[in-house]
């Protein structure tokens, strides 16, 4: 089984039971904390956003699938067009982008205005940083994204976790809406499960209220 590149955008959105503090924790930890690497759909146990998508199916939809060397050159330029349209973001330190083994591409998000605390819906501040990243992956279209939600440890788990899958839903809905296929899209809610900071403070509980979008190429064969 051919090895994919997964290349993680991890989008810190606001808002669990209750709003954090302004500082950001946990970068160390995010490569512990992160679901990267070959097969990020599976590995994240993917609820699908388009129920019936298969293979061959996404095959289909996308016009065929990379091959071999095509895969790291196609993931590495997009890449850059994502550092290029996040350019500001990175400047003001709303946006980490680090590159990780097997040509997996990290871009952490640290702007906080997606969500109210408790809500699903993206707030109007957020959308230029969203439509950035949709105008990247609808031009790298040979590529699936998986839309994982996260939270904080406030609250009961149950809610946590309804809530994580609102959220990758909202962000999921929101990137159809850009022009992102919906064959493309699937979505997972994680809770409170996978925290990459410390829930005891209010910079690590903001740190782990957030959605991270897998995008990863479709290979063919």
Known sequence: MKRSIALVLAVSLGGCATEGGSGIAGWENWQSGALIGAGVGAAVGAMAYSRNRT???????????????????????????????????????????????????????????????????????????????????????????????????????????????????????????RRVDPIRLAVSGKGETQPIASNSSDSGRQANRRVEIYVEPVVQG
Request: charged share 20%.
């Open 55 to 177: 293979q061959g199916a996404l095959i289909g939809a996308v016009g065929g699938g990379l091959a071999g060397g095509a895969v790291g050159a196609y993931m590495d330029s997009q890449r850059k067009d994502l550092e290029k349209n996040l350019a500001k973001e990175i400047q003001a330190g709303q946006a980490r982008i680090d590159t990780m083994p097997n040509h997996v591409v990290r871009v952490t998000m640290t702007n906080q205005t997606a969500f109210e605390t408790n809500a699903t819906a993206i707030k109007p501040g957020f959308e230029t940083t969203m439509n950035k990243i949709a105008d990247v992956v609808v031009r790298y279209g040979k590529t699936s994204l998986t839309v994982v939600g996260h939270t904080d440890n406030v609250g009961a788990n149950d809610y946590n976790q309804k809530l994580s899958e609102r959220r990758a839903h909202a962000v999921a809905q929101y990137l159809a809406g």
